[in-house]
C-alpha cells in the first residue's frame, strides 16, 4: 500500500481560509450548537472531511482485484488510476477536457493513493475499504470487477458517508436495487448491453434461434442472464438450458454436457474474466463451438488474447471500450497514446472506465468547491455533461448510473488481423443514453446524504 507521508495534519485549507477569514486549522465549535465541529468553509466534520483535506494531499482507496478470476481486469484498473492520477498531479491537458477547473492536483492538493488486492471477494475488498478509510483517511474508494465485490464496497462506503466508484459492474442491481446514494456506476451494464446487442445478434445470426446460457451463479450472472432472455426474447430467440456454476470454476464438464444435449443452436456465455477463458476453451475442447454459434454478451476485451483468435472470430459482445475507437474519436486517440506511452501496451476497457472515474471524481469535486461528501454527491447529481473519449458522459442523479457510450464488436477472423492487437472490428457503437434502463426500473432508492 502506497500511504501517503508528507501530509500535513495541522495545515490550513488555503481556499477556506481566504474565503472566510476565520483563523483557525481544521475548524470551529459554533456556540448553542454542541458537538458540530463546522470546518473552515462552513460544512460540518463529517466521516473524514475536514481531517483528511486538511494538509496539502487528499488520499483515495483503490481495492482492486490483483488475485482471483478477475485479476487481469483487476491490474488494468490499477493502470489506468495511475495514469490518471499522473495527469491530475501534473495539470496535463487531457484532464481539462473532462474536468475543466482543475489545475494541478484536485482543489490544488496531491492526489495521492493506496492499492489493495480484493482478491475477487465482498468481505475483502471491505476490509481494504475500511482500512483505507480508518487508516488513510481516504476521501474517496473505488475499484471493482465483481458486482458483488461493488455492491459490498457501496454499502460500506455509504456507512461512512465516503464516495464510492464502482468500476466494472454488470449487475443491474448496482445501481437498482443495491443503490447507495454516495456509490456511483459509470460503466454499461447487463440491461443496457442486452438491448443494446440483442438486434445485431437477430441481424447477424437470425431470429428465431435456441440459447444454452452458462451462468455465474451471483448477481451479475443472474441479472445479465434475465436481461439476454429479455431482449433476445423480442427477438424471437427461445432459452433452451441455463447452467449455473460457482464463481471462479475450473472443470465445467458437466455443465458442458448438458448445453451439447440442449438441442441450443447457439451458446451464450455470461462469465467473465478467467472464468470466460475457461469455460470457452473447454467448450471448443468438447466440440460445441463446432455446432453453435458463441456469443458473450458482456466481455472482457483480454478475452480475445487469452483465447485466441481462431477461437474468438465471429463471435459477438459488448464492451465498455475498444481501442481502435481511437480511428473514429480523437480523445479516444489521446487517451490511448498516452497510456501506451506509460505501459507500453493498448488501454482496456477496465483501464478506461478507471481512468474516466478518477478524472470525473476531480471534477465533480472541483464543481463543488470542497470535498465535503454530501456537495461532491449533489455535484455528480447535477448531471454536467463531460466530453469522454467515446463522447459525452455523465452521471443521473436519481440513481447515479453512469452514461456513457460503448462498443459492439465481433472478432475478427486471424487472416484479417493488422497485428496481434486488431482482435476485434466494432460493429456499431450504442448510444449510452438510449440504451440504459429507466430510472427506477430496477427498485433505486437512495438514502439519505447524512
Excluded at 72 to 79: L, V
Excluded at 303 to 317: A, D, N, R, S
Aim: with cysteine; hydrophobic share 40%; aromatic share 10%.
Amino acid at each position: 500500500m502506497n500511504e501517503s507521508k508528507d501530509r500535513n495534519e495541522n495545515g490550513v485549507d488555503r481556499r477556506a481560509f481566504l474565503k472566510t477569514g476565520l483563523g483557525v486549522a481544521g475548524g470551529i465549535l459554533l456556540p448553542g450548537i454542541p458537538n458540530i465541529v463546522f470546518a473552515a468553509d462552513k460544512y460540518p466534520a463529517l466521516a473524514n472531511y475536514p481531517d483528511g483535506v486538511s494538509g496539502d494531499s487528499v488520499f483515495v482507496g483503490l481495492a482492486v482485484d490483483l488475485t482471483g478470476p478477475y485479476s487481469a481486469e483487476g491490474a488494468d484498473e490499477r493502470k489506468g488510476y495511475e495514469l490518471a492520477a499522473e495527469q491530475i498531479n501534473e495539470g496535463n491537458s487531457a484532464v481539462h477536457k473532462m474536468s475543466p477547473l482543475t489545475k494541478k492536483g484536485v482543489l490544488g492538493k496531491k492526489l495521492t493513493y493506496g492499492v489493495a488486492d480484493s482478491e475477487t471477494k465482498p468481505n475483502t475488498a471491505v476490509q481494504a475499504a475500511t482500512r483505507f478509510i480508518h487508516e488513510n483517511k481516504a476521501m474517496m474508494v473505488t475499484g471493482s470487477v465483481s458486482s458483488a465485490v461493488a455492491i459490498a464496497l457501496e454499502k460500506v462506503c455509504d456507512r461512512e458517508k465516503t464516495i464510492y466508484l464502482a468500476t466494472i459492474s454488470g449487475s443491474n442491481e448496482t445501481t437498482g436495487v443495491d443503490c447507495q446514494r454516495y456509490g456511483f456506476r459509470l460503466c454499461y451494464y447487463a440491461y443496457s448491453a442486452s438491448k443494446a446487442i440483442a438486434p445485431v445478434l437477430a441481424k447477424s445470426l437470425g431470429k428465431n434461434r435456441k440459447a444454452a446460457y452458462l451462468v455465474p451463479d451471483y448477481t451479475y450472472g443472474h441479472t445479465t442472464h434475465d436481461s439476454m432472455v429479455e431482449f433476445t426474447g423480442k427477438e424471437g430467440w427461445t432459452e433452451v438450458g441455463q447452467q449455473v456454476h460457482p464463481l471462479g470454476a475450473k472443470d465445467y464438464s458437466s455443465y458442458l454436457i448438458n448445453i451439447a444435449n440442449s438441442g441450443a443452436d447457439t451458446l451464450v456465455v455470461i462469465d467473465y474474466g478467467a472464468d470466460a477463458v475457461n469455460s470457452i476453451k473447454q467448450a471448443k475442447q468438447f466440440g460445441i463451438l463446432d455446432k453453435m454459434s458463441l456469443v458473450v454478451p458482456y466481455m472482457s476485451p483480454f478475452l480475445g488474447e487469452e483465447v485466441g483468435p481462431e477461437i474468438m472470430q465471429g463471435v459477438y459482445g459488448s464492451m465498455g471500450f475498444w481501442w481502435t475507437l481511437e480511428d473514429t474519436y480523437p480523445v479516444a486517440k489521446e487517451f490511448v497514446a498516452a497510456f501506451e506511452k506509460k505501459f507500453n501496451e493498448k488501454p482496456h476497457d477496465s483501464a478506461y472506465i478507471a481512468y474516466l472515474n478518477l478524472l470525473l471524481w476531480a471534477d465533480a469535486v472541483e464543481r463543488a468547491g470542497t470535498f465535503y461528501g454530501p456537495e461532491v454527491v449533489k455535484s455528480y447529481e447535477k448531471g454536467v455533461k463531460r466530453e469522454g473519449p467515446v463522447g459525452e458522459v455523465w452521471f443521473r442523479g436519481d440513481d447515479h448510473q453512469g452514461i456513457v457510450n460503448f462498443p459492439i464488436v465481433r472478432g475478427k477472423k486471424p487472416g484479417d488481423m493488422k497485428n496481434k492487437d486488431d482482435l476485434f472490428e466494432i460493429v456499431t457503437v450504442a448510444n449510452g443514453a438510449e440504451f440504459v434502463a429507466p430510472v427506477g426500473h430496477f427498485g433505486c432508492k437512495l438514502g439519505a446524504y447524512v
